[in-house]
């Protein structure tokens, strides 16, 4: 879906429901400074060490909103810091662009420099498909499941992903789990391994 991507912008949307989980509302609700793609933030007056974003509930005009009432800080790498600096750029190229608080905005078509609403983010994807070949369409909160389950298959324990996806109970964040089946033959060689000696 990356190299089907026609813009910095639409990487570095695929990009953040990939890597960071987001749900398709809270990443265009985003705000600028929510933003925190700095090593040491404590200059913006946050304590959270090294690079990430904010996802906070807010009342915006595009009609995205964070679920949670209460906001969460998600780690970011270094392949979303990069994506974010290249939309920046682009970004920027768009003088309507230039004053709007929000992260997501509309650089091709009218109004733009408006921010982008929650359903822009599903017809993007449906072109992405249709443009990478895919047969059955890849949908925004894919990405969030491929989030948790690649954050799974990294040694994630259950409610590290909780706090990650912003679920109140850790049950929530079971369905988003799909192993890889590597990691469940892995499993199963572990038991066995254990088995002699308890048995023994």
């Known amino acids: 879906m990356l190299r089907a991507c026609r813009s910095a912008r639409d990487r570095f949307i695929v990009l953040l429901l990939a890597r960071a989980g987001l749900r398709r509302s809270e990443a265009v609700g985003m705000r600028r400074e929510d933003i925190h793609f700095v090593l040491d933030a404590s200059v913006l007056g946050c304590r959270i060490p090294g690079s990430h974003l904010h996802v906070v509930r807010r009342d915006n005009d595009n009609g995205a909103w964070a679920k ?95 706090d990650l996806l912003g679920h109140a109970s850790a049950s929530s964040s079971q369905v988003y789990v799909h192993p890889d089946p590597q990691r469940l033959r892995s499993a199963v060689e572990r038991v066995g391994a254990l088995a002699p000696r308890r048995n023994g």
């Open 68 to 162: 949670l009432k209460h906001s969460r800080a998600v780690p970011v790498d270094f392949l979303l810091v990069q994506a974010y600096d290249q939309y920046i750029v682009e970004r920027d190229a768009c003088r309507e662009a230039r004053n709007s608080d929000f992260v997501l905005v509309n650089l091709f078509r009218p109004p733009l420099g408006a921010p982008m609403p929650p359903g822009s983010l599903n017809d993007l994807f449906d072109r992405l498909s249709r443009r990478a070949g895919l047969t059955d369409g890849v949908h925004p909160h894919a990405l969030r499941h491929g989030f948790a389950s690649n954050a799974a298959d990294a040694g994630a324990v259950l409610d590290e992903i909780a």
